[in-house]
């Protein structure tokens, strides 16, 4: 900075504005405490306003970009707490503060603690769910840590004789605001858990500012909270309010009235639960009873008589007799069809056809030729009837009658064991027949081995 002489003096300006820059690089952001006064809110959307203590004010200011960011609407002579930097107005050089937030002293005190207390509580797992203890559905007795003579104790009571007049209340009294409150408070809680005589708790008060509510935020009460045995509700003011004993507790309710509501059966939905199952089981019954007989006739209807099943079985058995014959017949059938052509092809070799054939020849010879040649031809004959005698004891007829056979393979006649082959269909003639089979193996007395 530069002073000036009297012969190149400052302007008003300059001097503002370097008293300014003095003020703004001496002071960082600092924290004020007053109380306001002189608070207006012109068109702009700007606040204006005086901060001031007992012996002491100062001019300050909060632009809309700021004071659009609180969630409250100051007002003159209440005490708030604001971050500011120190400036100077420079047109009016007014000495003055240009505030970057506000909120209520006490409260924001407050809630500065609330929230510090909170975290450490929350980082030492009080808050956690796994801690949480379920609701009795009906409980013996119910107990409520309250004031005896706030609005709070009237709501529950009223709430718990509609709901269910026949579960008995036990008051813990307590004062619940105030400097006592939360050592009254814990005191009563312990008590409940010493006398072990509820199934459930309830804690809490009507509505108020967060000093009023603040005696619920105590360390001492909020961990005796999350340590009680018996499972305990809490309820602290309206829905919006909120206490640290609703995090420790169990279960928190939005108000007194709603925390009666939750540990307590209502009794009237309970009697058409009641009456709804017990038609409900009415019916059950019914059709319990009914389905046995509707069963029962089902399966007589399915139920077919002895008689019935015998006179379809013999049916089928004469459908498959039949079916048998049937199958057997065309067997025969295949192997007369397969037969004949070997038949006629033995008849035609017959020597009995030969010998016919030649003497019918020879009786023709006969009535040709003169009688030299007839004697010659008698002779022939007799030398042919002891050919043919020869040649009928060489006969296979006689062979056959002797009990031999002559088995063929299609149209020749199997002389040697290596014509055949396994799977070969032969024919064996008889004497007075013959009958077709099938080679399973085959031998060959040269070698004594057999063809699979």
């Not at 900075?1 to 001097?15: A, H, K, N, V, Y």
């Not at 049916?315 to 192997?335: F, N, P, S, T």
């Amino acid at each position: 900075m530069s002073f000036s002489s009297r012969t190149d003096p400052l302007s008003i300006s300059q001097l503002n504005l370097e008293a300014q820059g003095l003020l703004e690089g001496s002071f960082p952001l600092i924290w004020l405490q007053g109380e306001l006064s002189n608070f207006s809110r012109p068109a702009s959307g700007h606040w204006y306003f005086s901060l001031k203590d007992a012996r002491a004010q100062i001019n300050g200011a909060m632009f809309r970009n700021r004071n659009r960011l609180l969630d409250f609407q100051p007002q003159n002579g209440q005490q708030v707490l604001v971050r500011a930097k120190v400036t100077l107005y420079v047109p009016r050089g007014n000495f003055q503060i240009v505030v970057e937030h506000m909120e209520p002293a006490g409260e924001g005190a407050l809630k500065a603690r609330f929230d510090a207390l909170k975290a450490q509580l929350q980082a030492e797992g009080l808050f956690a769910q796994e801690r949480k203890q379920g609701l009795p559905d009906w409980p013996r007795q119910i107990g409520v840590i309250t004031s005896p003579s706030g609005a709070a104790i009237r709501d529950i009571l009223q709430v718990l004789k509609r709901r269910c007049p026949s579960i008995p209340v036990v008051i813990y009294p307590a004062a619940v605001q105030g400097a006592d409150a939360p050592a009254q408070l814990t005191q009563a809680l312990n008590t409940a858990v010493a006398r072990n005589e509820c199934d459930v708790l309830i804690i809490g008060r009507g509505g108020g500012s967060l000093e009023d509510l603040w005696a619920f935020n105590d360390e001492t009460l909020t961990r005796a909270v999350a340590a009680c045995p018996i499972p305990i509700v809490s309820a602290v003011g309206h829905e919006v309010d909120t206490g640290l004993t609703d995090f420790a507790a169990d279960l928190r309710a939005p108000t007194p009235s709603a925390a009666a509501e939750l540990v307590s059966p209502d009794l009237s939905a309970v009697s058409q639960r009641f009456n709804a199952l017990q038609r409900r089981l009415k019916w059950v019954m019914a059709q319990q009873l009914r389905t046995p007989g509707d069963r029962l006739r089902h399966l007589r209807q399915r139920l077919r008589s002895p008689r019935h099943s015998l006179e379809q079985s013999s049916q089928r058995l004469d459908e498959l007799h039949a079916r048998l014959q049937r199958q057997m017949q065309h067997r025969l059938d295949l192997l007369g069809s397969r037969l004949k052509p070997s038949q006629q092809r033995l008849a035609r070799l017959s020597p009995q056809r030969v010998l016919a054939e030649r003497q019918q020849r020879l009786d023709s010879l006969n009535k040709r030729f003169p009688a030299p040649l007839l004697r010659q031809l008698q002779q022939e004959q007799v030398r042919l009837g002891g050919l043919g005698k020869r040649l009928d004891t060489a006969s296979p007829l006689r062979t056959l009658a002797r009990g031999y056979s002559i088995t063929f393979k299609g149209e020749e006649a199997v002389r040697s064991a290596a014509q055949l082959q396994p799977g070969d269909t032969i024919t064996t003639r008889l004497t007075d027949g013959e009958f077709s089979a099938r080679i399973e193996y085959v031998q060959g007395s040269d070698t004594g081995s057999a063809h699979d």
